[in-house]
C-alpha cells in the first residue's frame, strides 16, 4: 500500500480492493446501487411524456442483465410507480425512506440508501 494514511485514504483503497461503495462513516456513496446506462434511461423517463413505455420496456429489459437484478429492476417499478401516482411519488418516496432508515437494521438502512440514490435519479 502506498496511498495517504489518512481515514479516506483507507476507505478509498478498501473501496477499489473489496468492489464496495462505503464512506468515511461507514454509510454508503451516493454511487451506491446505481447504474449508468439505467441512470441515463431515468433521465429520459423524467423528460419524456410519450414515450414512456418504451423507456420502461428497456429499463426492464436492461435489469435483467446485470448482477444484481432485484435493485436494478427498481429503476422500472420506480418508472411504473410515476405513472400511476405522478411525480411527486419520488420525492414522496424518498421522504418515506429516509424517516424509516433510522428505524432499521444496518442492513436495510443500506437497501433504503440504494433506493433513495436511484431514485434521486428522478428528480
Known sequence: YNDGRSEEDFVKFLNKQCGTQRTVDGGLTEEAGRVDALDELAARFSKAEGDREDIIAEAVKLADQQE???????YSKVMKKIV????????????????????????KADE???????????L
Not at 68 to 74: F, G, V
Not at 112 to 118: L, Q, T, W
Open 112 to 122: 433504503f440508501a440504494r433506493r433513495s440514490n436511484i431514485l434521486k435519479q428522478f
Open 84 to 107: 400511476d401516482k405522478g411525480a411527486e411519488y419520488v420525492t414522496n418516496e424518498v421522504a418515506r425512506l429516509g424517516r424509516m432508515s433510522g428505524q432499521v437494521s444496518a442492513n
Open 68 to 74: 444484481d437484478i432485484k435493485l436494478a429492476s427498481y
